[in-house]
């Protein structure tokens, strides 16, 4: 067991979030440790995204603190670039994560007023596993909102025959051509996927199970600025006119809109984001993206839905999401972040809880988030050194 040195800021995660933080602390001069549990920084970005992938928000709202991104870069900018920026940010504020470490556990000890924490470096030369233990003043959980793969328990599905996939696995539909794929997950990602799948060739189906707003980035761009002019109900009314202006009766084509809660009102209350359109809706008008409802159970290779009718696949593949372990290795919390890993308390006061314990990124306020967390922590640190 490796006892290091005490710190006066750990962060653990090196994403968007993490980066931010620390890059906040290193323009104040506060000293801190990064600890990430992958081999890289934004693993989610570098190593789980898919080709395609392009940032749903505008550049103007996905800068981080201290730093624009590139002027040259275009309105939405590619994962790619995302990474290429997030690496230079890192360079430049000398962001120095330690990799390869995973918190087993952090405890509160209320006679030093100090966090312990108990971390794994999965790195070590050989076939051990090193045990290091840390203890800091302020601990900065920036494990982000998409940290673990999840896939839903269905009825056969450990007994289907063709291949299981997470999204996290997906890079583009190439080697899926001729293939039936079903895609399980209707948000961004599963409409995108779907969209690459039919580009190259697959015989696309895709469960939408429940209400969903569907919108282009213009119209979410549009809506996002006159939020600073105008209350949410009046933005979210005019989006949903521009939406059926564009689109049309969806429900035709099994894509029903929610009739009670507009699409900024649903992402900030559930964190359920409207769907950005990028070309999707047009392959399922065309027919070359088919909308099933949800799944009823799964038999060998042949998928059962519950308006009774069954189709066969080669692929599934789950767009479903993400869980958050959080709460299995932070301890002495019942404050801040919740059983769902999320932050408890309500933007803008979601980033601060008790005992030097503070979040960034888990708000469910993207990476425009992150970057007012990200800033207000440091700005908090510095007033109690």
């Not at 006066?8 to 990430?36: F, K, M, R």
């Not at 869980?323 to 932050?343: A, H, M, Q, V």
Request: proline residues 4%.
């Amino acid at each position: 067991m490796a006892i290091a040195a005490d710190q006066v800021v750990i962060i653990v995660g090196a994403g968007p979030s993490g980066i931010a933080t620390s890059a906040c602390l290193n323009h104040l001069s506060i000293p801190n440790i990064v600890l990430e549990r992958d081999d890289c920084l934004a693993s989610i970005w570098t190593k789980k995204s898919y080709d395609r992938l392009h940032l749903h928000l505008s550049k103007q709202f996905t800068d981080l603190p201290h730093m624009p991104l590139p002027s040259d870069y275009p309105m939405f900018i590619s994962r790619q670039q995302f990474v290429d920026y997030l690496e230079s940010y890192a360079t430049h504020f000398n962001v120095s994560p330690l990799y390869n470490r995973f918190v087993e556990l952090a405890t509160f000890d209320e006679n030093t007023k100090k966090w312990n924490l108990k971390v794994k470096n999965t790195g070590s030369a050989g076939d051990s596993e090193d045990f290091e233990e840390y203890a800091t003043r302020f601990l900065v959980v920036a494990t982000g909102e998409t940290t673990d793969a999840y896939i839903p328990e269905i009825e056969g599905l450990s007994g289907f025959k063709g291949d299981i996939l997470h999204s996290t696995e997906f890079k583009n539909g190439e080697k899926f051509a001729k293939k039936n794929v079903l895609v399980v997950g209707s948000g961004n990602s599963g409409m995108e996927i779907s969209l690459d799948l039919a580009i190259y060739g697959a015989n696309t189906s895709i469960v939408v199970r429940s209400p969903v707003h569907i919108i282009n980035k213009e119209t979410a761009y549009l809506g996002l600025r006159l939020l600073k002019h105008l209350p949410l109900n009046i933005v979210d009314g005019l989006l949903v006119f521009l939406s059926k202006l564009v689109y049309g009766d969806t429900s035709k084509y099994g894509i029903v809109r929610p009739k009670e809660e507009g699409p900024f009102l649903m992402k900030g209350k559930y964190g359920k984001y409207p769907i950005l359109d990028v070309g999707t809706f047009n392959k399922i008008k065309s027919g070359h993206i088919q909308v099933l409802p949800a799944i009823k159970s799964i038999s060998g290779d042949c998928v059962e839905f519950v308006n009774g009718k069954s189709y066969q696949f080669d692929v599934l593949l789950f767009a479903t999401g993400f869980t958050r372990g959080t709460n299995k290795w932070l301890k002495d919390d019942d404050y801040l972040i919740g059983e769902n890993g999320i932050s408890k308390q309500s933007f803008p006061n979601n980033w601060k809880g008790k005992n030097g314990l503070y979040c960034a990124g888990l708000a469910r306020k993207g990476i425009y988030g992150t970057a007012i967390d990200a800033q207000k922590i440091a700005a908090d640190i510095n007033t109690l050194l």
